[in-house]
T-cell receptor, first 114, second 111 residues
Framework: DAMVIQNPRYQVTQFGKPVTLSCSQT?????MYWYQQKSSQAPKLLFH???????NEADTPDNFQSRRPNTSFCFLDIRSPGLGDTAMYLC?????????????FGAGSRLTVL | KQEVTQIPAALSVPEGENLVLNCSFT??????LQWFRQDPGKGLTSLLL?????REQTSGRLNASLDKSSGRSTLYIAASQPGDSATYLC??????????FGSGTRLLVRP
């Protein structure tokens, strides 16, 4: 089935130890997003790619970087995780279909920083 | 800056009750509005999408309305069931394809 797959589902890391989260999609969608969701809070957009164009949110910390080597894959790199980066990280994709732009989300990667 | 607010933050109802979840947004220049469901510890599942030119969408027991001029949307759930227990998130998409979320309504349907 076409879908959005995130790996790993669960990641525990030490304070300051770099982490990479991956997202792959078989939907051939041209837009990919990374959201951060802390406990009981709204998902917060970190950045998104429209095709190859990278769009960073103004309040996304420099500690967070992203790569999109091709249409199917997108990575979230956290260079020096802090305790406050403990959260669920959600990847989503979208494409305009019949004038609608529906987001499809992956199951998320839950990151715990100790 | 677009802000999305959802009321109530939490809701507990007995099974079978009809209920309404509310969403408001500050900037009416939206591309569309979407409602999602999130189960604990899981990703988001899209429920309904309303284009900016539409007034409502229906899927099964769910009906979502949009009043863009007043910056409001409602999600109506008919004949609620315990399986409907989840967090419901409202989100608006702007013209640059950014989706801004509210903080959700946690729904508990009691058997």
């Amino acid at each position: 089935d076409a879908m959005v797959i995130q790996n790993p589902r669960y990641q525990v890391t030490q304070f300051g130890k770099p982490v990479t989260l991956s997202c792959s999609q078989t939907l051939n969608h041209n837009v990919m997003y990374w959201y951060q969701q802390k406990s009981s809070q709204a998902p917060k957009l970190l950045f998104h790619y429209y095709d190859k164009d990278f769009n960073n949110e103004a309040d996304t910390p420099d500690n967070f970087q992203s790569r999109r080597p091709n249409t199917s894959f997108c990575f979230l790199d956290i260079r020096s995780p802090g305790l406050g980066d403990t959260a669920m990280y959600l990847c989503a994709t979208s494409s305009e279909i019949s004038g609608a732009n529906v987001l499809t989300f992956g199951a998320g990667s839950r990151l715990t920083v100790l | 800056k677009q802000e999305v607010t959802q009321i109530p933050a939490a809701l507990s109802v007995p099974e079978g009750e009809n209920l309404v979840l509310n969403c408001s947004f500050t900037d009416s220049a939206i591309y569309n509005l979407q409602w999602f469901r999130q189960d604990p510890g899981k990703g988001l599942t899209s429920l309904l999408l309303i284009q900016s030119s539409q007034r409502e969408q229906t899927s099964g027991r769910l009906n979502a309305s949009l009043d863009k001029s007043s910056g409001r949307s409602t999600l109506y759930i008919a004949a609620s069931q315990p399986g409907d227990s989840a967090t419901y998130l409202c989100a608006v998409m702007d013209s640059s394809y950014k989706l801004i979320f509210g903080s959700g309504t946690r729904l508990l349907v009691r058997p």
